[in-house]
């Protein structure tokens, strides 16, 4: 989550919702392209506030290449072996593991919806695909519908 930061040197993970970040980053979030990358001292970059540690705070997201929390990948599993319904929301479909979660279902027979700007190489094998906008053909998916019954 963006919500949350993990720090790098003792891995206390913790809810920070302050913005920006730290003082060093304020101005910084639209980036002018004519500008040269920012330049900030490594003191005042955030830092973790446990008792003695005051390392270096990033994101607790998983950047491209980084490898996901094992015990993630543990509770995804239980998830999807209970799940009876999978969207697949404006994802290319070609990023492993996740890759590999909506097509696990589907093959349980677990019908997938999968909502996208295009087709994707998962497309084939999932029961509905809504091409368009997620923000448009998502709700429009979702709403009531005349015909539906409620059981």
Request: glycine share 8%; hydrophobic share 35%.
């Amino acid at each position: 989550s963006l919500f949350k930061t993990r720090c790098t040197s003792c891995g206390v993970v913790a809810e920070n919702y302050k913005s920006p970040i730290c003082p060093a980053l304020s101005g910084k979030g639209s980036p002018d392209p004519e500008t040269q990358s920012a330049r900030i001292p490594a003191e005042n970059l955030p830092r973790c506030e446990e008792a003695g540690c005051g390392g270096l705070l990033r994101p607790h997201v998983v950047w491209f290449g980084e490898n996901l929390d094992p015990a993630i990948l543990e509770e995804v599993d239980r998830e999807l072996a209970l799940c009876d319904l999978c969207l697949v929301v404006g994802t290319s479909s070609v990023v492993y593991p996740a890759a590999m979660f909506a097509p696990q279902v589907s093959a349980r027979g677990v019908p997938v919806a999968e909502f996208n700007m295009e087709t994707t190489p998962a497309t084939s094998r999932f029961r509905f695909h809504f091409q368009g906008p997620c923000g448009t053909t998502l709700p429009e998916a979702l709403a009531p519908h005349e015909t539906e019954t409620v059981s």
